[in-house]
């Protein structure tokens, strides 16, 4: 198992550009997430998913898009990239929604936005 | 809401020196309670976790008791080593969706 894997490992972009950060599970995993981490804030929730088909709203959404059109598969979109979004981007799984349970990580994403 | 309070960081210790990370948390429920640990440039990986009251996780000489009169889950390890440099996170859940909290980090340097 690859587990959770997330591309690309870095990204640089001008204000106003748009990009997809790639997310994958390989585990079956019925949620997966988006969280975002800034120095003193630990990890705040953009975006998640109980399933496919099945996205919703997490602490931070704006700004950003997601989609689940497979278990496997959750990419976030950026329509038009700000400076408040250069942050580190992670990707995380677990088993079972609902279920207070252990969330698995991807390696994570660092955007800079210029 | 829920929330989660970590002590204040970084803490440089000694090897073989004895590690606290305080945590305490505030939630409606009962939650589960979580140790991550970041080793630089990577992802979070799961340290411990304790799923009800006075569980005791543990994991590579780390350990966390789950204290519900006290609201804490604080991180210990009696002599740490350099390799266990990293930035530790801890964290709640209550089961919903929406809900996992996690705590600011803490930076812990260990030095020969």
């Known amino acids: 198992n690859a587990g959770v894997t997330q591309t690309p490992k870095f990204q640089v972009l001008k204000t106003g550009q748009s990009m997809t950060l790639q997310c994958a599970q390989d585990?079956?995993?019925?949620?997966m997430s988006w969280y975002r981490q800034d120095p003193g804030m630990g990890l705040r929730l953009i975006h998640y998913?109980?399933?496919?088909?099945?996205?919703d709203q997490g602490e931070v959404p704006n700004g950003y898009n997601v989609s689940r059109s497979t278990t496997e598969d959750f990419p976030l979109r950026l329509l038009s990239a700000a400076p408040s979004q250069t942050s580190v981007y992670f990707c995380?799984?677990?088993?079972?929604?609902?279920?207070?349970?252990?969330?698995?990580f991807g390696p994570g994403t660092r955007l800079t936005v210029l | 809401g829920d929330s989660v309070t970590q002590m204040e960081g970084p803490v440089t210790l000694s090897e073989e020196a004895f590690l606290t990370i305080n945590c305490t948390y505030t939630?409606?429920?009962?939650?589960?309670l979580f140790w991550y640990v970041q080793y630089p440039g990577e992802g979070l990986q799961l340290l411990l976790k304790?799923?009800?009251?006075?569980d005791k996780g543990s994991n590579k000489g780390f350990e966390a008791t789950y204290r519900k009169e006290t609201t804490s889950f604080h991180l210990e390890k009696g002599s740490v080593q350099v390799s266990d440099s990293a930035v530790y996170f801890c964290?709640?859940?209550?089961?919903?969706?929406?809900?996992?909290?996690f705590g600011a980090g803490t930076r812990l340097t260990v030095k020969p």
């Open positions: 585990m079956n995993h019925e949620y």
């Open positions: 304790a799923t009800k009251a006075d």
């Open positions: 939630a409606t429920g009962y939650p589960s």
């Open positions: 964290a709640l859940s209550e089961g919903g969706n929406n809900d996992m909290r």
């Open positions: 995380a799984s677990k088993l079972l929604a609902g279920v207070g349970d252990t969330q698995y």
């Open positions: 998913s109980v399933g496919a088909g099945i996205t």
